[in-house]
C-alpha cells in the first residue's frame, strides 16, 4: 500500500527566514512518481515539481528546492527567504507506475509572517 | 494552459437533496478525478475516470455516482446529500500516463449541506 506522511500539521516562520517542508512516502513499487503541490487561499492546487524514482538529483527554482532521498523515503521542499505570498497548504503526493491515482499527504498550512 | 473548472465555488443544500457538482477541462485529458478534502484528512479521491463512459471507484465512493457522457466533462452526483457530506470538492484531470503525468486541479467547490 501507498502512504505519504506530511508530519508537520502547520508551520509558522518569520519572512526571509527559509522552511523546510517534510514528506516521507511508502511504496513498494521500484517505479514511482512523487509531486509537490501548493493550494493558496483560493483553492486551487497549483503543481510545483514532479520527480521520478530514477532521478534522485535535487532541483532547484528560484527560492523553490527540492531534496529527494530514496534511502530516507523523503522528498523535501525548502523555500528560501520566505515571503508572504508562499503563505499556503502544501501537499506532498505520490504516484506509482500501472495506477492512475495519486497518493495524497495531509498537508502542511504555511503561514509567513510579515 | 491547461484550464480546469467546476460549476459553483460555493453550493448550500439541504439534507436529502441531488446535488450535481460539473468539472469540466479544456485540454483533451483522457483521465478526470474527484476528490474530496477535509482538514487534516488531505485529498481523497472519491472516483476517477479514464474514458468516456469508465470510471473507477476511489477510496470513498459511498454516497456517490459520477457520469462522464462527454471526454471534457465530469460530472459528481450526491444522490441524498447528508451533513457529513459538507466538504470541499476538488475536479483534476490529466493525461493517460500511469501516474506520471501532473494532474492539473480546478478551483473547487465548498459545499455546505445544512
Redesign the interface.
Known sequence: AQKVT?AQ?EISVVEKEDVTLDCVYETRDTT??L?W?KQPP??????LI?R?SFDEQNEISGRYSWNFQKSTSSFNFTITASQVVDSAVY?C?L????????T????TRLTIIP | DVKVTQSS?YLVKRTGEKVFLECVQDMDHE?M?W?RQDP??????IY?S?DVKMKEK?DIPEGYSVSREKKERFSLILESASTNQTS?Y?C?S?V?????E???????T?LLVL
Open positions: 506530511q500539521t514511482y512518481y509531486f503541490y483560493s483553492g486551487e492546487l497549483v503543481f514532479r521520478n501537499f503526493a504516484g506509482n507506475f500501472g495506477n492512475e491515482k495519486l495524497f499527504g495531509t498537508g | 465555488r483521465n478525478f476528490y487534516g484528512l488531505g485529498l481523497r479521491l476517477f479514464y476511489g470541499m476538488l483534476a490529466s493517460a500516463g500511469q501516474a506520471r501532473t494532474q492539473y486541479f480546478g478551483p473547487g465548498r
